[in-house]
């Protein structure tokens, strides 16, 4: 029968099968917000099935059936920021997920407490408390875009730059590095020097992080044992006078020494930066120009050994540090090479736990060091 020209399209009363199906989603996720429906209920809308998303009810953001108002502030892309809290750097969270979950989900979470500026950037081998220290005043270190001052605590999540630069920072502890030296003479302890003389710093191995520390110092002529770190606070406490770690010389004079002389040297001498003497002098032997000494001193002055003797008469021809603390200058480390202490060894001199290793790494910890020579790099 042909329908009237102006009458509406009207859809056929009994819905076929597939239409059926499509739509028991939305009826089931209207009652699961509004109550319990009849399952043979029409739409209101006779043309609503007409309009049906193939794919079925789209669920909102969250994972909950049904639509939401589109101002609805649990529809934005970042609702579950807003609800939970932004994720603190360091506690483990990633971004999205819950905690526990994802990448991280059986690593432990680490809390650190934030530490002095001076104690995190010595750690990380930058320079020693002491220079840091006068880097603050100088105003070439930054926190966070900000001058650092003295005594400031930073963590995890601060930005700290030297000059300008960004120093990446590690909270967890790590065990320091220490390396023996056997320095020849005709090198000077430093990193640059205007004369173009050889530095001992050409001849060690290269840092991925942080820089190697000269503990104390040794004069151009002068040979013998000389430790470098990459920690900081171990090189400050080699360092610094209140500990007063002893060295030991091996002195070579031009000329003998009487009893007289010996015993003003051990008492003490005035010098020009102030009073000076000697722990232990031993004579060990030889004769003419070839006359040997053993002394033990707890400073580390310039040319402290060689102005002593200077200032009862006697010229030194040859001087070798022989010990420093408790590390003595192996037998078997000719001049000119180096070797890296073990691990235990390095973190007993720092006073921290040595780690504990197993398996290959632990058969690896208990090798004897091997001695390496570098050639420094031709100028």
């Known amino acids: 029968m042909p329908r009237k020209p102006n009458s509406p399209f009207r859809p056929p009363q009994k819905k076929s099968e597939a239409i059926e199906i499509l739509d028991r989603p939305a009826r089931s996720s209207r009652g699961e917000?509004?109550?319990?429906?009849?399952?043979?209920?029409?739409?209101?809308?006779?043309?609503?099935?007409?309009?049906a998303d193939p794919r079925g009810p789209r669920a909102s953001r969250g994972g909950r059936g049904g639509?939401?108002?589109?101002?609805?502030?649990?529809?934005?892309?970042?609702?579950?920021?807003?609800?939970?809290?932004?994720?603190?750097?360091?506690?483990?969270?990633?971004?999205?997920?819950?905690?526990?979950?994802?990448?991280?989900?059986?690593?432990?979470?680490?809390?650190?407490?934030?530490?002095?500026?001076?104690?995190?950037?010595?750690?990380?081998?930058?320079?020693?408390?002491?220079?840091?220290?006068?880097?603050?005043?100088?105003?070439?270190?930054?926190?966070?875009?900000?001058?650092?001052?003295?005594?400031?605590?930073?963590?995890?999540?601060?930005?700290?730059?030297?000059?300008?630069?960004?120093?990446?920072?590690?909270?967890?502890?790590?065990?320091?590095?220490?390396?023996?030296?056997?320095?020849?003479?005709?090198?000077?302890?430093?990193?640059?020097?205007?004369?173009?003389?050889?530095?001992?710093?050409?001849?060690?191995p290269v840092l991925r992080k942080g820089r190697w520390l000269a503990v104390g110092r040794l004069d151009f002529n002068t040979s013998g044992l000389l430790?470098?770190?990459?920690?900081?606070?171990?090189?400050?406490?080699?360092?610094?006078?209140?500990?007063?770690?002893?060295?030991?010389?091996?002195?070579?004079?031009?000329g003998e020494l009487t009893e007289e002389q010996a015993k003003s040297l051990t008492e003490g001498i005035q010098l020009e930066d102030g009073p000076a003497k000697f722990?232990?002098?031993?004579?060990?032997?030889?004769?003419?120009?070839?006359?040997?000494?053993?002394?033990?001193?707890?400073?580390?002055?310039?040319?402290?050994?060689r102005r002593m003797f200077e200032a009862v008469g006697l010229t030194v021809s040859r001087l070798m540090r022989v010990r420093y603390g408790a590390v003595e200058l192996p037998a078997r480390l000719k001049r000119g090479m180096w070797m890296e202490m073990p691990e235990a060894d390095a973190c007993k001199l720092a006073g921290v736990a040595a780690p504990q290793r197993q398996g290959q790494d632990e058969k690896r910890a208990k090798r004897p060091p091997k001695m390496h020579r570098t050639t420094p790099s031709p100028r």
């Open 33 to 51: 917000r509004g109550g319990a429906r009849d399952d043979d209920a029409q739409p209101q809308d006779p043309n609503a099935h007409l309009n």
């Open 67 to 204: 639509s939401r108002p589109a101002g609805d502030p649990a529809r934005r892309a970042d609702a579950h920021v807003s609800a939970l809290g932004q994720a603190e750097r360091g506690e483990g969270a990633s971004r999205g997920r819950p905690q526990g979950q994802g990448r991280g989900r059986n690593a432990p979470t680490t809390l650190t407490e934030p530490e002095r500026l001076q104690k995190v950037l010595a750690q990380a081998g930058v320079a020693s408390r002491r220079e840091i220290e006068e880097w603050v005043i100088a105003g070439r270190i930054s926190v966070n875009g900000l001058p650092a001052t003295l005594g400031q605590k930073i963590g995890p999540g601060d930005r700290v730059k030297v000059n300008g630069k960004l120093i990446p920072l590690r909270f967890t502890q790590r065990s320091p590095r220490v390396l023996i030296y056997h320095k020849p003479e005709g090198e000077i302890v430093s990193r640059d020097d205007p004369e173009g003389r050889p530095t001992v710093f050409e001849r060690l």
């Open 227 to 254: 430790l470098f770190t990459n920690d900081g606070d171990l090189a400050n406490k080699l360092m610094h006078p209140r500990y007063e770690l002893e060295r030991e010389y091996a002195v070579r004079l031009l």
């Open 279 to 305: 722990n232990t002098l031993r004579d060990e032997g030889g004769e003419g120009a070839n006359h040997w000494y053993r002394v033990t001193i707890s400073e580390g002055r310039n040319r402290e050994v």
